[in-house]
């Protein structure tokens, strides 16, 4: 009986944590989401990839509005594997594994009136965690710093969200 009882316990904190991850993906600004969904993508093109992943948490949120509803975004997230396979169009039964290293990501790109813009190009990067190196993290800073900004002009992680 205290089997059955700990058995749907963790059964129910499993499906909590799936569903509050998808939460907190509604809950992401449209601007967001958007790039999640870009990190999303890359990562699901790749051949090796056999689980669907979703949205976990972000680390790190940070925009520019410098006007003329033209955005710059930064954000730095964590993508989690699920039960699920690569391709699951519904996500809502899929239960997250704990027997995978989590996926940092940082992504950064322009958008215009609401949509992410191809020049500059948008830039993705999504590493294990175990593997990503401090390197690595000071690229990503950099590289989207330098996204074709105008001379002058504030850098992006410099703002505040």
């Known amino acids: 009986m205290a089997a059955l009882l700990l058995l749907l316990l963790v059964s129910a904190g499993v499906l909590l944590s799936s569903t509050e991850a998808q939460e907190a993906y509604n809950k992401l600004p449209d601007n967001y989401r958007k790039g999640v969904d870009l990190a999303l993508q890359q990562l699901n093109s790749h051949a090796g990839v056999k689980h669907h992943f979703l949205f976990f948490k972000s680390l790190l ?16 997230f964590y993508l989690k594997a699920t039960k ?63 996204m074709s900004y105008h001379s002058g002009a504030p850098t992006l992680l410099a703002s505040k969200s």
């Open 84 to 146: 699920c396979p690569k391709g699951t169009v519904d996500s809502t039964q899929c239960k997250f594994r704990n027997d995978r290293p989590l996926i940092d990501c940082s992504v950064c790109y322009k958008t215009f009136a609401g949509e992410i813009e191809k020049d500059p190009k948008p830039y993705i990067h999504c590493v294990h965690k175990p593997a990503l190196t401090e390197d690595m993290m000071t690229t990503r800073v950099e590289h989207c710093n330098t």
């Open 61 to 76: 949120k940070s925009d520019i509005e410098p006007g003329f509803d033209v955005s710059y975004i930064y954000h730095s």
